[in-house]
C-alpha cells in the first residue's frame, strides 16, 4: 500500500510539472503577413512626391530625411535624451508608501517569564488587534549616493552628446554614398539609351548577316567571322549595362524611395572640375577639432574621469537622512498616527580595501581613452591625406579620359562619313562606336569618381553637409541648404563657427 501510495504521489508530481511547463507556440503566417504590409506602409509613408528630375542635393536632402538608417540614429538621440531625464531622477530621495490590511488567525498574545525563578510573572496578554490596518510613507535620502548620481547623470549626458555625434557620422557618410550614387546613375542615364540603341543595330546586323548565310551568299567562313565580332561586340555591351543598371537602384535605396518608382536625373554635358582651395593645413585642424570619432572619444575621456571621481567618492561616508509618516489602526495604541525622522552616517568599510583597484582601474580607463583618441587622431589625418591624393589620382584620371573620348568621338565622325560613302563596312563602324561608348563610359565614371574624392576631402576633415539650424524640413529647404554649404567650401569658406563647438573641460 505504501509503495502504490508513492507511485501516486510521483505520477501526481509528474503531471503537475507537465501542466506548468511553457509551451511556444510558432508565429502564424497571417500575422507575418500582416506586419509585412504595415511595415511596408511605415517605411514609404508620408515623403514628398518626386516632381519633375531629381538634383544632386535633392537626393542628398531625401536621403538626410527619410534614409532609415538616419531615422534610427534620430530616434537613438531621442532615446538617449530620455535616459537623461531618467537618470536626474536617482539624485531625488527614496520615497516609499506602502498601505495594506494585516490580520491573523489567532490572538498575538504573550507573557513574561521571570530570568531568576522561570516562573510565569504576567499572565497572558495582547496588545494588538487581530485585524488592523497600516500605512507608511517614508523618505530616506543619502548623500553619498546623491552625489554618485550626480556624476552618472552628467556620464549619461555625456552619452546623450555621443549619440549626437554618431548621428553626425551616418549623416556625413549617407550624403557622401548618395554623391558618389548619383554620378554613377547619371553616367547610367546618360549612356544606358546609347548602349540600348548600339545593341539594337547589333543584333539587326547579326540577323541580315544570317539571313545572307542561310541563303549561301559569300564565304562562309567570313560570315561566321563576322557573326563572331558581333557577339563580342553584344557581350561587351552587356557587360557594361549590366554595370550602369544597378546606379539607379542604389540610388533609389539611400534615397529611401519604394522599390520600382521611376525617377529621372537632372543630367547635363557639363563637366565641370571641381577645385579645391582650401589650405590642407586647416583642414588638418577641422578634422582634429570636429571629426566624430574624435570628439567622441573626447566625451569617452570626461566619462572616464567622472569614473574616477565616483570610485573617490564612495571612500568617504555616507550621511543619511530620513523622515516617514505612520498610521495603524490598532486599537491598543495611544497614537494611532506618528511622525518619525533621524540622521545617521553609514559606511561601508570594505569600500576603504576596494578604492585603490577601483581607482587604479578608473585612471587605467582615462589612459586607454586618451591612447586611443590618440591613434584615432593619426588615422584620421591619414584618412585626410589619402582622401586629397585620391582627389588629384582622380583628376588625372578624368582628364586622360576626357581626351580619349573626344579622340574616339572624332573618329567615329570620320567612320560614319566613311560608311556613307560605303567605305567601310557596318562592322567597322560598329566597332568604332563601340569603341566611342566605351570611352564616354570611362569618362563619365571617372568623372563620377572625381566628383566622389572631392566630396570625400571634406568629410575627412569632419565638415558638417548641413549647417546647425534649418528654416524647415521641406526636402527642397534641406537641398538648398546643403547646395549653400558646398558652395561655401568650393570658395574655400569653412568658418569654424559652423562647426561643432569643443566639449567643454569639466
Not at 515623403?47 to 534610427?72: D, I, S
Not at 531625488?92 to 521571570?114: D, F, H, T
Not at 545617521?344 to 576603504?352: G, M
Amino acid at each position: 500500500m505504501s509503495r502504490n501510495r508513492k507511485l501516486f504521489s510521483v505520477s501526481l508530481l509528474a503531471l503537475v510539472v507537465s501542466g506548468c511547463a511553457v509551451t511556444s507556440q510558432p508565429i502564424d503566417r497571417s500575422v507575418s503577413e500582416q506586419r509585412a504590409k504595415s511595415d511596408l506602409y511605415e517605411m514609404y509613408k508620408d515623403q514628398e512626391a518626386l516632381n519633375g528630375p531629381l538634383t544632386l542635393h535633392q537626393a542628398m536632402a531625401r536621403a538626410v530625411k527619410y534614409n532609415l538608417e538616419a531615422r534610427l540614429k534620430v530616434m537613438e538621440e531621442a532615446l538617449a535624451h530620455r535616459q537623461l531625464d531618467l537618470a536626474s531622477y536617482d539624485m531625488l530621495p527614496r520615497m516609499a508608501l506602502s498601505a495594506g490590511y494585516a490580520g491573523r488567525s489567532n490572538v498575538s498574545a504573550s507573557s513574561s517569564e521571570s530570568v531568576q525563578t522561570g516562573t510565569q510573572s504576567l499572565e497572558p496578554s495582547t496588545s494588538q488587534d487581530r485585524n488592523r490596518r497600516v500605512a507608511d510613507l517614508t523618505m530616506v535620502w543619502n548623500v553619498l549616493d546623491f552625489g554618485v548620481s550626480y556624476i552618472s547623470a552628467k556620464q549619461q549626458g555625456d552619452q546623450r552628446l555621443i549619440v549626437q555625434e554618431r548621428r553626425r557620422k551616418v549623416v556625413n557618410t549617407i550624403v557622401q554614398d548618395v554623391r558618389s550614387a548619383y554620378w554613377r546613375a547619371v553616367a547610367a542615364e546618360r549612356l544606358l539609351k546609347q548602349i540600348d540603341s548600339l545593341m539594337a543595330r547589333v543584333d539587326q546586323a547579326r540577323d541580315n548577316s544570317q539571313r545572307m548565310s542561310d541563303q549561301r551568299i559569300g564565304d562562309p567562313v567570313q560570315a561566321l567571322s563576322y557573326q563572331r565580332s558581333l557577339i563580342q561586340a553584344t557581350r561587351q555591351l552587356e557587360e557594361q549595362r549590366k554595370a550602369l543598371s544597378l546606379a539607379k537602384t542604389e540610388l533609389a535605396t539611400l534615397i529611401n524611395l519604394a522599390p520600382g518608382t521611376s525617377f529621372t536625373l537632372a543630367t547635363s554635358d557639363d563637366y565641370s572640375i571641381p577645385e579645391l582651395k582650401v589650405d590642407l593645413g586647416v583642414l588638418e585642424n577641422e578634422a582634429l577639432a570636429t571629426r566624430p570619432e574624435l570628439r567622441e572619444q573626447d566625451y569617452q575621456t570626461r566619462i572616464s574621469a567622472a569614473e574616477t571621481r565616483k570610485a573617490m567618492l564612495r571612500l568617504l561616508p555616507g550621511l543619511e537622512f530620513s523622515a516617514g509618516g505612520h498610521y495603524d489602526s490598532n486599537s491598543f495604541l495611544v497614537n494611532d498616527k506618528w511622525a518619525d525622522f533621524g540622521v545617521k552616517v553609514t559606511w561601508n568599510l570594505f569600500n576603504v580595501l576596494s578604492a585603490p583597484a577601483a581607482i587604479d582601474v578608473a585612471k587605467a580607463g582615462e589612459d586607454v581613452a586618451a591612447a586611443r583618441r590618440q591613434a584615432m587622431s593619426v588615422a584620421v589625418l591619414a584618412q585626410l591625406y589619402v582622401a586629397k591624393a585620391n582627389y588629384q589620382e582622380a583628376l588625372r584620371q578624368f582628364k586622360t579620359s576626357q581626351q580619349l573620348a573626344n579622340i574616339d568621338g572624332q573618329i567615329v565622325g570620320q567612320l560614319r562619313s566613311r560608311h556613307q560613302a560605303a567605305g567601310i563596312g557596318e562592322l567597322e563602324l560598329i566597332q568604332g562606336e563601340l569603341n566611342t561608348l566605351q570611352a564616354d563610359l570611362r569618362r563619365d565614371l571617372a568623372y563620377a569618381d572625381l566628383r566622389n574624392a572631392y566630396g570625400q576631402i571634406f568629410a575627412s576633415a569632419g565638415l558638417d553637409p548641413l549647417p546647425a539650424q534649418l528654416s524647415s524640413t521641406e526636402v527642397q529647404a534641406i537641398a538648398g541648404a546643403l547646395a549653400s554649404q558646398e558652395s561655401k567650401w568650393a570658395a574655400g569658406d569653412i568658418a569654424a563657427a559652423q562647426s561643432p563647438k569643443a566639449p567643454a573641460a569639466k
